[in-house]
Protein backbone atom coordinates (compact mmCIF):
# COMPACT_ATOMS: atom_id res chain seq x y z
CA UNK A 1 0.00 0.00 0.00
CA UNK A 2 1.18 3.55 -0.92
CA UNK A 3 0.47 6.24 1.83
CA UNK A 4 0.73 10.28 1.01
CA UNK A 5 0.29 12.53 3.57
CA UNK A 6 -0.80 16.15 3.18
CA UNK A 7 -1.81 19.27 5.51
CA UNK A 8 0.92 19.73 7.39
CA UNK A 9 2.08 23.57 8.09
CA UNK A 10 3.10 25.94 10.31
CA UNK A 11 0.19 26.60 12.84
CA UNK A 12 0.73 29.34 15.91
CA UNK A 13 -0.17 28.07 18.73
CA UNK A 14 -3.83 27.15 19.81
CA UNK A 15 -4.65 26.54 16.40
CA UNK A 16 -5.64 23.64 13.61
CA UNK A 17 -4.97 21.45 11.28
CA UNK A 18 -6.50 18.61 9.65
CA UNK A 19 -3.75 15.83 8.32
CA UNK A 20 -5.07 13.69 5.22
CA UNK A 21 -3.16 10.11 4.33
CA UNK A 22 -4.09 9.12 0.75
CA UNK A 23 -4.05 5.04 0.63
CA UNK A 24 -3.79 3.50 -2.82
CA UNK A 25 -2.58 -0.12 -3.44
CA UNK A 26 -3.25 -3.48 -1.49
CA UNK A 27 -5.66 -3.22 1.48
CA UNK A 28 -5.05 -2.70 5.17
CA UNK A 29 -6.06 -4.13 8.01
CA UNK A 30 -5.37 -0.82 10.09
CA UNK A 31 -4.22 2.96 9.50
CA UNK A 32 -2.43 5.07 12.04
CA UNK A 33 -0.65 8.11 12.68
CA UNK A 34 2.79 8.56 14.42
CA UNK A 35 4.77 11.76 14.80
CA UNK A 36 8.10 12.25 15.78
CA UNK A 37 9.79 15.35 17.26
CA UNK A 38 12.96 16.32 16.95
CA UNK A 39 15.76 14.43 19.16
CA UNK A 40 13.11 12.18 20.21
CA UNK A 41 11.52 8.92 19.37
CA UNK A 42 8.51 8.06 17.16
CA UNK A 43 5.73 8.14 19.16
CA UNK A 44 2.13 6.83 18.05
CA UNK A 45 -0.77 9.51 18.37
CA UNK A 46 -4.50 7.39 16.90
CA UNK A 47 -4.71 4.22 15.34
CA UNK A 48 -7.84 2.98 13.55
CA UNK A 49 -8.40 -1.04 12.99
CA UNK A 50 -10.40 -1.66 10.17
CA UNK A 51 -11.55 -4.41 10.50
CA UNK A 52 -14.52 -2.62 13.78
CA UNK A 53 -13.24 1.05 13.19
CA UNK A 54 -11.88 1.09 16.76
CA UNK A 55 -9.92 4.12 17.09
CA UNK A 56 -7.26 3.78 19.85
CA UNK A 57 -5.44 7.19 21.01
CA UNK A 58 -2.35 7.76 22.75
CA UNK A 59 -2.61 9.74 26.44
CA UNK A 60 -0.88 13.03 25.04
CA UNK A 61 -3.66 12.91 21.99
CA UNK A 62 -6.43 12.75 23.85
CA UNK A 63 -9.62 15.77 23.70
CA UNK A 64 -6.97 17.55 21.33
CA UNK A 65 -6.75 14.67 18.21
CA UNK A 66 -9.63 13.34 16.28
CA UNK A 67 -8.53 10.75 13.71
CA UNK A 68 -11.35 9.55 11.11
CA UNK A 69 -11.31 7.61 7.84
CA UNK A 70 -13.64 8.06 4.55
CA UNK A 71 -13.46 4.20 3.07
CA UNK A 72 -14.96 6.17 0.34
CA UNK A 73 -11.95 8.32 -0.22
CA UNK A 74 -9.62 5.41 0.91
CA UNK A 75 -8.28 8.48 3.22
CA UNK A 76 -7.73 8.81 6.69
CA UNK A 77 -7.70 12.02 8.62
CA UNK A 78 -5.55 13.20 11.60
CA UNK A 79 -7.66 16.91 12.84
CA UNK A 80 -5.29 18.46 15.26
CA UNK A 81 -6.84 21.22 17.60
CA UNK A 82 -5.21 23.45 20.86
CA UNK A 83 -2.04 23.25 19.30
CA UNK A 84 0.95 23.42 21.64
CA UNK A 85 4.41 23.93 20.56
CA UNK A 86 5.51 20.46 21.78
CA UNK A 87 3.29 19.42 19.04
CA UNK A 88 5.87 20.31 16.64
CA UNK A 89 7.04 17.21 14.66
CA UNK A 90 7.15 14.96 11.55
CA UNK A 91 3.70 13.54 11.10
CA UNK A 92 3.50 9.75 9.14
CA UNK A 93 0.62 7.87 8.37
CA UNK A 94 1.35 4.11 8.56
CA UNK A 95 -0.88 0.86 7.78
CA UNK A 96 -0.79 -2.69 8.89
CA UNK A 97 -1.09 -4.81 5.47
CA UNK A 98 -1.08 -8.19 7.85
CA UNK A 99 -3.51 -9.64 10.29
CA UNK A 100 -3.23 -10.05 13.75
CA UNK A 101 -5.33 -9.84 16.96
CA UNK A 102 -2.39 -9.01 18.85
CA UNK A 103 -1.01 -6.34 17.26
CA UNK A 104 -1.16 -3.02 18.97
CA UNK A 105 -0.62 0.64 18.23
CA UNK A 106 2.85 0.88 18.19
CA UNK A 107 5.19 1.58 15.61
CA UNK A 108 6.59 -2.12 15.23
CA UNK A 109 3.30 -3.40 14.08
CA UNK A 110 3.22 -1.38 11.30
CA UNK A 111 4.86 -2.37 7.74
CA UNK A 112 4.66 0.49 5.51
CA UNK A 113 4.87 3.94 5.59
CA UNK A 114 4.21 7.67 4.18
CA UNK A 115 6.59 9.97 3.47
CA UNK A 116 5.82 12.09 6.77
CA UNK A 117 4.31 15.78 7.08
CA UNK A 118 5.84 18.50 9.04
CA UNK A 119 3.77 20.05 11.66
CA UNK A 120 5.47 23.59 12.94
CA UNK A 121 3.66 25.17 15.89
CA UNK A 122 5.43 28.24 16.46
CA UNK A 123 3.76 32.01 17.27
Known amino acids: VQLVESGGGLVQPGGSLRLSCAAS??????IAWFRQAPGKKREAVSCITVRDESIEYSDSAKGRVTASRDNAKNTAYLDLNSLKPEDTAVYYCAARTYFSLLAGCVAESFDEWGQGTLVTVSS
Open 25 to 30: GQDYYA
